[in-house]
């Protein structure tokens, strides 16, 4: 065992130890400032630190600046619902990406305006538009339903709307990209042409540019559907329409882990583990995402790809280095070219080192297979996403000094009725076993893992969010503001 103190990474069979900053472990180290922030605001808390965000939003602005780009940077803070982020990202010189009345609406409460938002709701209703074209802030349409009411809006309170146009079905190497979002990358030029513009349909409409967002996380189809986009752009303004910016939305790859070989080893013995029907990885054989069938593994890894060698600004060189080879020039250059300004949309990425939750050990037990469950103040709702796990190892925050390794073997168990509420899949290894009262930490859970799934079952109090603005002085349990109290303009 190292040397002994009072708290320690989780090590189960197959490690996946998470990335880590200075300041979760200045808080690991302060358990009296964790106690009081848990016991002042229930369990659990989620903490994001400030300064982090900032150094997310200066990463990407470095990049685009180091390319001469003229950019924008929009938070996506459907990712968080946290007030304090969205002050932080207007703090930082950047704007955020709102989709909903209300995160459009609390977002100019916080100090956003025409400049600083975007409004790229997938459901757009009329007040949602309303609020939009009275404060001059871009809609991206996604249909044309969204033009006919964006339009009858805008006439009736005499304001013109700016308007992006959100277009998908790029191809590439030879294959259409299927998107529900959007207008068809072959018919918008058309599309726009015949019915917007003076004299037109849709004459209330101002288009100013153009929007994506793909699924999955390649850069290659990024690069292939921005030089698309680029020829479409120039198409509109040769047609005269006052084209400024594509957007290309979010989705940039962030990277969690700290190693590689621990991330391969972990799919490997994972994937060995179902298909020997010998799994004693994760909890009562969970495969997640991998099942056997005849003898056949079947299925594929069901979560976050959690390493990534290429993310955040090496991600978005990627995509701005591809040489498109008709021009010959690189999608930087052809965007320089054409005079576009870039747009991005990060969500999760933005949050890379922003965020962490901690909850308090209420029980422990054995369950009929003599595992230990420990029971946390908590519930599956407040860590989820669309992963089949959080592959990252928790750290548990002991209230005494661990005196000898034991290596007992624990799952955690939420609050939730449903045999499914177990908060990690995998079984964590720790030196010995939780106490009551002591506290369980899951690092780098800011992007979408705190809210974007959390119910209110059972009358739960949803969790509370705290912004830590850091400091150099020694920490102090006033040093974390209550996001709730964060004060919205009228
Ligand atoms: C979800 C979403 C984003 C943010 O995606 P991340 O993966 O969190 O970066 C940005 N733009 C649009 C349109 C989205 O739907």
């Given at each position: 065992?190292?040397?002994?103190?009072?708290?320690?990474?989780?090590?189960?069979?197959?490690?996946?130890?998470?990335?880590?900053?200075?300041?979760?472990?200045?808080?690991?180290?302060?358990?009296?400032?964790?106690?009081?922030?848990?016991?002042?605001?229930?369990?659990?808390?989620?903490?994001?630190?400030?300064?982090?965000?900032?150094?997310?939003?200066?990463?990407?602005?470095?990049?685009?600046?180091?390319?001469?780009?003229?950019?924008?940077?929009?938070?996506?803070?459907?990712?968080?619902?946290?007030?304090?982020?969205?002050?932080?990202?207007?703090?930082?010189?950047?704007?955020?990406?709102?989709?909903?009345?209300?995160?459009?609406?609390?977002?100019?409460?916080?100090?956003?305006?025409?400049?600083?938002?975007?409004?790229?709701?997938?459901?757009?209703?009329?007040?949602?538009?309303?609020?939009?074209?009275?404060?001059?802030?871009?809609?991206?349409?996604?249909?044309?339903?969204?033009?006919?009411?964006?339009?009858?809006?805008?006439?009736?309170?005499?304001?013109?709307?700016?308007?992006?146009?959100?277009?998908?079905?790029?191809?590439?190497?030879?294959?259409?990209?299927?998107?529900?979002?959007?207008?068809?990358?072959?018919?918008?030029?058309?599309?726009?042409?015949?019915?917007?513009?003076?004299?037109?349909s849709f004459d209330m409409l101002d288009v100013t540019g153009l929007h994506f967002h793909l699924d999955g996380y390649s850069t290659y189809q990024r690069s292939v559907s921005l030089v698309t986009s680029i020829q479409i752009f120039s198409k509109l303004k040769e047609k005269g329409y006052s084209m400024s910016f594509i957007d290309i939305g979010g989705g940039i790859l962030m990277n969690y882990l700290e190693d590689e070989k621990?991330?391969?080893?972990?799919?490997?013995?994972?994937?060995?583990?179902?298909?020997?029907?010998?799994?004693?990885?994760?909890?009562?054989?969970?495969?997640?995402?991998?099942?056997?069938?005849?003898?056949?593994?079947?299925?594929?890894?069901?979560?976050?790809?959690?390493?990534?060698?290429?993310?955040?600004?090496?991600?978005?060189?990627?995509?701005?280095?591809?040489?498109?080879?008709?021009?010959?020039?690189?999608?930087?250059?052809?965007?320089?070219?054409?005079?576009?300004?870039?747009?991005?949309?990060?969500?999760?990425?933005?949050?890379?080192?922003?965020?962490?939750?901690?909850?308090?050990?209420?029980?422990?037990?054995?369950?009929?297979?003599?595992?230990?469950?420990?029971?946390?103040?908590?519930?599956m709702s407040q860590m989820m996403s669309s992963s089949a796990d959080f592959l990252l190892d928790p750290f548990m925050l002991y209230n005494s000094e661990v005196e000898k390794n034991e290596n007992v073997d624990v799952f955690f168990t939420g609050a939730y009725c449903l045999e499914r509420d177990v908060l990690l899949k995998r079984k964590i290894t720790f030196p010995r076993l939780p106490a009551i009262g002591e506290y369980v930490?899951?690092?780098?859970?800011?992007?979408?893992?705190?809210?974007?799934?959390?119910?209110?079952?059972?009358?739960?109090?949803?969790?509370?969010?705290?912004?830590?603005?850091?400091?150099?002085?020694?920490?102090?349990?006033?040093?974390?503001?209550?996001?709730?109290?964060?004060?919205?303009?009228?």
């Amino acid at each position: 065992m190292e040397e002994n103190k009072m708290y320690y990474k989780g090590k189960p069979k197959y490690q996946l130890t998470p990335k880590t900053s200075d300041w979760m472990h200045e808080l690991f180290n302060e358990q009296s400032v964790v106690k009081g922030l848990v016991e002042r605001y229930g369990s659990p808390i989620n903490v994001h630190h400030l300064p982090s965000f900032n150094n997310n939003c200066e990463l990407y602005k470095q990049v685009f600046e180091s390319y001469g780009l003229k950019y924008r940077i929009f938070y996506a803070r459907k990712a968080n619902k946290s007030r304090g982020l969205v002050k932080q990202a207007f703090a930082s010189g950047i704007g955020v990406d709102t989709a909903s009345f209300k995160e459009l609406e609390q977002s100019l409460a916080l100090g956003g305006n025409s400049e600083n938002l975007v409004l790229t709701a997938a459901i757009k209703t009329e007040p949602q538009i309303e609020l939009a074209i009275k404060n001059g802030v871009p809609i991206i349409l996604d249909n044309q339903d969204e033009c006919v009411l964006t339009q009858a809006i805008a006439n009736r309170i005499g304001l013109k709307a700016i308007v992006g146009f959100r277009i998908s079905g790029f191809t590439v190497d030879q294959e259409k990209l299927y998107s529900r979002f959007g207008f068809d990358v072959d018919e918008v030029v058309n599309f726009i042409a015949s019915y917007v513009g003076d004299n037109k349909s849709f004459d209330m409409l101002d288009v100013t540019g153009l929007h994506f967002h793909l699924d999955g996380y390649s850069t290659y189809q990024r690069s292939v559907s921005l030089v698309t986009s680029i020829q479409i752009f120039s198409k509109l303004k040769e047609k005269g329409y006052s084209m400024s910016f594509i957007d290309i939305g979010g989705g940039i790859l962030m990277n969690y882990l700290e190693d590689e070989k621990e991330w391969n080893t972990f799919n490997e013995q994972l994937k060995n583990s179902v298909l020997e029907d010998s799994n004693d990885i994760t909890f009562n054989n969970n495969g997640l995402g991998f099942r056997l069938e005849d003898g056949h593994l079947r299925g594929k890894l069901n979560t976050y790809p959690f390493f990534n060698a290429i993310n955040k600004e090496s991600f978005i060189r990627e995509v701005l280095d591809f040489m498109d080879a008709q021009s010959g020039l690189s999608v930087a250059s052809l965007l320089v070219k054409n005079g576009v300004e870039l747009r991005i949309e990060p969500g999760r990425s933005l949050l890379d080192q922003v965020g962490m939750t901690v909850a308090k050990v209420i029980h422990r037990k054995k369950d009929a297979k003599g595992q230990w469950l420990v029971g946390l103040e908590m519930n599956m709702s407040q860590m989820m996403s669309s992963s089949a796990d959080f592959l990252l190892d928790p750290f548990m925050l002991y209230n005494s000094e661990v005196e000898k390794n034991e290596n007992v073997d624990v799952f955690f168990t939420g609050a939730y009725c449903l045999e499914r509420d177990v908060l990690l899949k995998r079984k964590i290894t720790f030196p010995r076993l939780p106490a009551i009262g002591e506290y369980v930490a899951f690092v780098n859970t800011a992007g979408y893992m705190m809210h974007f799934f959390e119910t209110e079952a059972h009358l739960f109090e949803l969790s509370s969010n705290l912004m830590f603005t850091g400091s150099n002085e020694k920490l102090s349990f006033f040093q974390f503001i209550d996001d709730a109290k964060i004060a919205l303009e009228q």
